[in-house]
């Protein structure tokens, strides 16, 4: 790891904390071990931990001053807010990598690599790689569901959107834009609408190697949920992407995903036993209002209403 001293870095790592006592130390050394020919810096926003995780984090900034750069927060003030109003700006690396205080990268040379490619590249502004999946409380890994799909180099803007199979700790991304053109308090995750605002700007490069560690776990914001609600998380995402001009070019195809998604937020609701009558009145307009693939959708209309019928005593898509 180079030292920044007085130099720009060339990579800033952007990490958000929050009680990560337990996994901090081997993310932080898995920083300070990577080998590189440039400089880099690490902004580290710690939403007021309790468990000791700012403990282990000024023992880092004190042995690489010139590295670390923790904001330390006194009283909590939210993920977002700590993530983007707090650190994002601080962010001055020609490159931005992301870990999460609970992952690590488990490849020196990661960070090396995606410089390189992005560098060679000039058209991409997104590099992401392959990526193990741990278990925590099974204590095994897993084969995470980005390798089901096919492998491929280059991945567009609806590539991303179809599968978003990018972890986020193995992305790194051009600092394109000094100041976000979105807001994001708008979307429930933070990773994918970043990555569909960059790739307005260019494609995404994936890298064959696994450089990182994911960990699945119960206190994970996003590995603790369910697939019911991660998938009503990206029915809102393609929701809120609809209402920027931005993506107006995309509309048609964004459409189309959230009735995908919708859909299958019904199909989910149909099978609970004491199902959420509004998330699935809410699946059910919005995919048949958008749904684009009316061929295939269209033997299922009335199989679909009568099973909500039944489930909840009420009646929809009466106009059918």
Not at 262 to 287: G, H, M, R, T, W
């Amino acid at each position: 790891m180079s030292k920044t001293g007085q130099v720009k870095p060339m990579v800033s790592v952007w990490m958000v904390t929050y009680n990560h006592a337990k996994f901090i130390r081997k993310a932080l050394e898995s920083i300070v071990m990577q080998k590189t020919d440039f400089a880099l810096e690490v902004i580290i926003g710690d939403d007021c931990s309790t468990d000791g995780t700012q403990d282990v984090i000024r023992e880092f900034e004190r042995d690489y001053p010139d590295i670390f750069k923790p904001v330390y927060h006194q009283k909590n003030v939210g993920a977002y807010r700590n993530a983007y109003e707090f650190c994002y700006p601080l962010l001055t690396g020609k490159y931005i990598a992301c870990l999460e205080g609970d992952d690590y990268w488990d490849d020196e040379n990661k960070l090396q690599m995606q410089v390189d490619a992005l560098e060679a590249d000039l058209n991409a502004t997104i590099c992401f790689t392959q990526v193990a999946e741990f278990d925590e409380s099974r204590q095994k890994y897993n084969m995470h569901w980005s390798f089901s799909f096919r492998p491929r180099r280059i991945y567009t803007i609806l590539d991303i959107l179809v599968t978003f199979n990018i972890v986020t700790c193995t992305l790194m991304f051009r600092n394109i834009y000094p100041v976000l053109p979105y807001n994001p308090n708008d979307f429930p995750t933070g990773d994918v609408s970043l990555c569909a605002f960059l790739l307005l700007k260019g494609y995404a490069i994936r890298l064959k190697e696994i450089t990182a560690v994911y960990r699945v776990h119960s206190g994970g914001t996003f590995s603790s949920q369910t697939l019911e609600k991660k998938n009503m998380v990206f029915l809102k995402i393609f929701e809120r992407l609809l209402t920027y001009p931005q993506f107006k070019l995309y509309s048609r195809a964004l459409k189309k995903l959230a009735s995908d998604r919708a859909y299958q937020a019904l199909c989910f609701e149909i099978k609970k036993s004491d199902p959420d009558k509004v998330n699935i009145e809410k699946a059910y307009e919005f995919a048949l209002k958008n749904a684009h693939s009316e061929n295939i959708f269209y033997p299922l209309k009335t199989i679909l209403r009568k099973n909500l019928y039944y489930l909840t005593g009420q009646s929809f898509g009466r106009r059918l």
